[in-house]
Nanobody, 124 residues
């Protein structure tokens, strides 16, 4: 099991930037994928980005390509989500998730462990 703690959320104006962090601890082996999902009020939780722990392969939702960047620091067991050119529609609770031997990385039910979430609010 992997424990995940998100941080870095907050209130920002449209066009601004935020960097979210996801600190991971616990039984953490190769073959893991770490992902960011987000959930706005009244909407389903949706995929944002993912990165493989070994190899650093990244995937992005079309809505954030070119604006968000996911990265990892293996020494710190931390995954980051750099969010630039933020839009009001990016407003949501952002969750970090971990799973091993993920095949369908955009599906939330592929992931076993989740953080508590961090609120991101983008004002217009």
């Amino acid at each position: 099991q992997v424990q995940l703690v998100e941080s870095g959320g907050g209130l920002v104006q449209a066009g601004g930037s935020l960097r979210l962090s996801c600190a991971a601890s616990g039984r953490f082996f190769s073959g893991y994928t770490i992902a960011w999902f987000r959930q706005a009020p009244g909407k389903e939780r949706g995929f944002v980005a993912s990165i493989t722990w070994t190899g650093g392969r990244t995937y992005y939702a079309d809505s954030v390509k070119g604006r968000f960047t996911i990265s990892r620091d293996n020494a710190k067991n931390t995954v980051y989500l750099q969010m630039n050119s933020l839009k009001p529609e990016d407003t949501a609770v952002y969750y970090c998730a971990a799973g091993r031997l993920i095949i369908r990385n955009m599906r939330s039910d592929e992931y076993d462990d989740w953080g508590q979430g961090t609120q991101v609010t983008v004002s217009s």
